[in-house]
């Protein structure tokens, strides 16, 4: 028995607090639903592995980069840039994430908020000029 349900068990019958035991139900609850989901993406991918058709073929076990068969030996070396690439565009998505909640509460934090925001994005306008200056924004 999940120890949320003896919990909840354990404290109606000794009659405590009805406070308590509401907040053990809100857990009981969490943990059903989480019971429910765990069961249905179980039954989901059991099913999936039925219903699907199954024809093992060595070529499938190929590895291929975007439809391309491999040429040579599977370790490369690969470009700083593109990583760092890829680290600017987190960069700036991270910046959106903090931007739109600021946009719906500028005008609660006012001239402090304004400040605050154009500072970050001072420094986000600098990391971006270093990387063009450093050529890292060029894909050839």
């Given at each position: ?137 060029r894909w050839v």
């Open positions: 028995m999940p120890l949320a349900l003896s919990a909840v068990l354990a404290a109606s019958a000794a009659g405590t607090s009805s406070d308590s035991s509401a907040f053990l139900r809100q857990y009981l609850t969490v943990a059903i639903f989480a019971a429910a989901a765990v069961v249905m993406v179980g039954a989901m991918l059991g099913l999936g592995r039925l219903l699907r058709p199954s024809r093992p073929q060595e070529q499938k076990s190929i590895a291929y980069e975007s439809g391309v068969d491999p040429v040579g030996q599977g370790w490369s070396q690969s470009q700083v840039r593109y990583y760092v690439f890829a680290l600017l565009f987190v960069m700036f998505d991270v910046e959106a994430v903090f931007i739109f909640p600021w946009a719906t509460r500028l005008e609660a934090m006012g001239t402090y908020g304004l400040v605050e925001m154009a500072i970050f994005i001072g420094i986000l306008v600098l990391g971006l000029v270093y990387a063009w200056r450093k050529g890292v924004l």
